[in-house]
């Protein structure tokens, strides 16, 4: 007999494993559930026990397998209680137990419980769960056996202690349908009916599971009562008084489970078009039109591809391409000849004028344009400026091609033009992703001990600090239109692109000039520059021989991490702002001859090459700072994406404007990686 409630939420113990950790993806394997039976507190007013069938085709693990939230103790209502997400595709079931791969945020307020997680203080987790479906059967003279052969974990939560008390039951939310399916007649022995039609636990889930399971719970007795409320109305005619099943409703009418069926398949075709849009960078108006037209599932499938091929040739990109040598086609080489013309009259100093660029010079935008299209094969007589310009921007004529390429050239000429004096003191590497990346901040070799005859050599270890930085990515869109081409305004596409150069090439500088004037933490939670890493003058002194060799000294003492090793540091620029460059260059300038013996510069003070920057001024114009070569140690290291240095340009036939859309991009990121290497001085 089947029997439809609705229920609520409900939870269960689990259990994380420590020593499944992997501290560079930032994972963690998770034991989400042991099948175990687990006692409930029934909504009929007797307990009964419940058990989680682990059989696949019982379990619906499509949830999990899309990135279920990762939550601190069930919270549902604010952001912060989001810590990780389980990884997608990890969910599965194996042995009898379900299993998945949990990765923890890299948010500042989650590093604290991702290393007690690593520690392993944190080794009990809760999941949360839905039942659609249970079988309950009676043995003769024990408690109701309800087994959930059709159900949905869709998350888990790190939980203090594994006994969570209200975890039995249910937190207050949104209800869902449930079946229960009663078998009426109770069978000799204590045994179930369904014992022959499911398969059951495995010997061990009773015994060595039981301890990571539940074993006994409490009421939620608002949700029991609501549980009540719905079973009561549903209940069916009383029959006798020893009738076990009394409490459950006759069975549902074949509506009512055809409707059921129509919600769910609705949910599941609202969340897989969503789930895919999503998934494709779509535009989710494109995904909410297809749910209000009321398109299957497959047909979404089918239109979805269809957009995202749309995309795809509608986007063209121009990175750093080369060409091999040897023979180039025609269409190229004039390619190159117009834009070469184009350059050249943006400005003559800068792009010499080719050979095969000659027959291209004096003529205007709006001509070059009827230009490609002739040699595209389109006929333009009689066609009027605006359909020129129009044709020209959106055929398979070369030109928006030309226009993108005079764009790049322009703009990677302003970038690289543009003085970037932070490149001299700091290294530079390449990222493969966008993951954080952690940098070992190595210490000094374990120091030699001596070793008595027949001695033992003893083992020694390299200290080891670390810090961690990732890429990211900066961007605008230029747009060309129209209107551009029939005005000939070549500064449009020319003079704002080497704006956008010069505005890279100073965000480069903000981020990494910003880590020396705002002085950020390190991994040891201490300044960057501070009186305990040794690297900050106690008084602020003007710039001289006396106030830098001091400086010096005190950066040669410089300790490694064990506190005791000397580095001997020597620093090789001396970094100031500008309003102290002219004091720079003549502290370092070559003697002449000094009408007193004490002001002669030394040698090793003179070696040091200044470097001036302004964006110091704003923060002090009296600190000045030493920094050591990169080659001896880490200072500041700076990062691009590997294969994309610098800026990058991508062109597309614009959408919301009338002609081509240029998008420069940025993925950039910078980090201080020792305070050994740097000293300042505040100045007076």
Not at 344 to 360: I, K, M, N, V
Request: charged share 25%; glycine share 6%; proline share 5%.
């Amino acid at each position: 007999m089947d029997t439809m409630i609705e229920l609520p939420a409900m939870r269960r113990t689990a259990e994380l494993a420590p020593n499944s950790v992997d501290t560079d993806a930032r994972t963690v394997e998770v034991i989400w559930s042991a099948g175990a039976r687990v006692r409930r507190a029934s909504f009929f007013g007797e307990s009964y026990d419940e058990e989680l069938s682990l059989d696949p085709a019982h379990v619906r693990l499509e949830r999990l397998n899309a990135g279920a939230p990762f939550l601190k103790v069930h919270e549902i209502d604010t952001l912060d209680a989001v810590i990780g997400s389980v990884v997608p595709g990890s969910a599965r079931i194996e042995n009898g137990r379900g299993i998945a791969q949990v990765r923890i945020s890299e948010r500042a307020d989650v590093e604290p419980i991702w290393r007690d997680i690593q520690a392993g203080h944190i080794r009990a987790v809760s999941i949360g769960y839905q039942v659609h479906r249970f079988d309950i059967s009676k043995p003769d003279g024990g408690r109701e056996l309800w087994r959930a052969v059709d159900w949905t974990p869709f998350e888990i939560s790190a939980v203090p202690v594994g006994a969570d008390p209200a975890a039995g039951f249910r937190a207050r939310g949104e209800h869902h349908d449930c079946v229960l399916h009663r078998w009426d007649a109770p069978t000799e022995q204590g045994a179930s009916p369904m014992t022959d039609k499911t398969p059951a636990a495995p010997a061990d889930q009773t015994n060595e599971t039981a301890a990571t399971e539940e074993t006994t719970m409490t009421d939620d007795k608002t949700g029991a009562a609501e549980a009540q409320a719905h079973a009561t109305d549903a209940r069916s005619q009383p029959g006798p008084s020893n009738q076990k099943t009394a409490s459950a409703k006759p069975e549902a009418p074949d509506t009512e489970a055809v409707a059921t069926r129509a919600r769910e398949a609705e949910r599941d075709r609202v969340s897989t078009i969503y789930d895919l849009a999503g998934r494709l960078n779509l535009e989710r108006s494109f995904a909410e039109d297809l749910v209000k037209r009321g398109v299957s599932i497959d047909e979404a499938r089918r239109l979805i591809l269809d957009q995202v091929a749309a995309k795809s040739d509608e986007t063209r990109t121009f990175g750093q391409v080369s060409i091999p040598l040897g023979g180039r086609d025609e269409r190229i080489t004039r390619r190159d000849a117009v834009a070469s013309a184009l350059l050249h009259r943006y400005s003559p100093t800068l792009f010499p004028l080719e050979d095969a660029a000659r027959q291209y010079r004096g003529m205007t935008l709006l001509e070059l344009a009827r230009e490609s299209l002739g040699n595209a094969g389109v006929n333009t007589r009689g066609l009027s400026r605006d359909e020129v310009a129009t044709r020209a921007l959106h055929s398979t004529s070369d030109f928006p091609e030309i226009l993108a390429a005079v764009t790049n050239k322009t703009l990677r000429q302003a970038y690289e033009a543009y003085p970037r004096t932070f490149m001299l003191f700091c290294r530079q590497v390449l990222a493969t992703d966008f993951k954080a990346m952690h940098r070992v901040q190595l210490g000094e070799a374990p120091q030699l001990l001596e070793v008595g005859e027949s001695g033992e050599f003893k083992r020694g270890t390299l200290g080891e600090s670390k810090e961690s930085y990732k890429v990211k990515t900066y961007g605008r869109v230029v747009a060309i239109t129209r209107q551009v081409l029939i005005n000939d305004d070549l500064d449009a596409f020319t003079r704002i692109p080497a704006m956008y150069g010069n505005s890279i090439a100073q965000l480069e500088s903000d981020v990494v000039w910003g880590i020396v004037t705002s002085n950020p933490a390190m991994a040891d939670g201490t300044a960057l520059f501070h009186a305990n890493h040794r690297n900050l003058a106690g008084t602020g002194a003007a710039l001289d021989v006396t106030s830098v060799g001091a400086a010096r000294a005190a950066m040669a003492k410089q300790t490694g991490l064990d506190k005791k090793t000397v580095l001997n540091i020597r620093p090789a620029f001396l970094i100031v702002p500008a309003a102290l460059e002219l004091k720079a260059e003549r502290l370092v300038a070559q003697n002449l001859v000094p009408a007193q013996s004490g002001n002669v510069v030394p040698q090793s003070i003179r070696t040091l090459a200044p470097i001036s920057e302004p964006r110091l001024d704003a923060a002090s114009e009296t600190a000045w700072y030493l920094a050591a070569s990169p080659n001896q140690i880490d200072t500041i290291e700076y990062a691009y994406l590997e294969g994309q240095q610098g800026a990058y340009i991508e062109t597309r036939n614009g959408f919301d404007v009338d002609g081509v859309e240029i998008k420069c991009r940025l993925d950039f990121g910078a980090k201080a990686i020792d305070w050994r290497g740097l000293y300042k001085n505040p100045g007076a």
